[in-house]
C-alpha cells in the first residue's frame, strides 16, 4: 500500500472517532466534495460539511478498499444514528483522489432513500 490509502486511512480514522479537530490538516484548500445528496467546494465548507455529520455518525466498516496511483477507492458500511431517534446503515463506494499529500477530492455512491428519508432530505 501506498501513501495515497495512508492519508484516506487516516481521515477514516479522525471520522470514525469524530475528531474533526484533525480534518483540515488532511484536506486541501480547494476540495471538492460530490455525493448523492451534498456537495461541497472549499475545505472550510467540507469540514463543515463533515462536523455536521459527524453528530450522527456512530461507525464505519470497512469492506473492501483499494489504491491506485492517487486514487483510493473504499467501500463501507456507514452507521449513524438519526435525528428521530433511530439508526441507518448505508453501504457506501468512495472514491478519494489525493494530491500533495492531502485529499483533493472526494465524490461518494450511494442509495440515497433511506438517508434522505431519515434525515428528512
Known sequence: M?????????????????????????????????????????????????EQLLGFHTDTRMLC???????????????????AGGSISVTIADWIRIADGKIASQRIYFDPRSFADAFGM
Open 65 to 83: 478498499q483499494f489504491e491506485r496511483d492517487e486514487d483510493v477507492c473504499s467501500i463501507y458500511e456507514l452507521d449513524m444514528s438519526t435525528p
Open 2 to 50: 501506498g501513501h495515497a490509502i495512508d492519508v484516506v486511512d487516516r481521515f477514516y480514522e479522525a471520522t470514525n472517532a469524530r475528531r474533526v479537530q484533525d480534518l483540515p490538516a488532511l484536506v486541501a484548500d480547494d476540495v471538492t466534495f460530490i455525493g448523492p445528496l451534498m456537495q461541497a467546494t472549499g475545505a472550510r465548507e467540507y469540514v463543515a460539511m463533515n
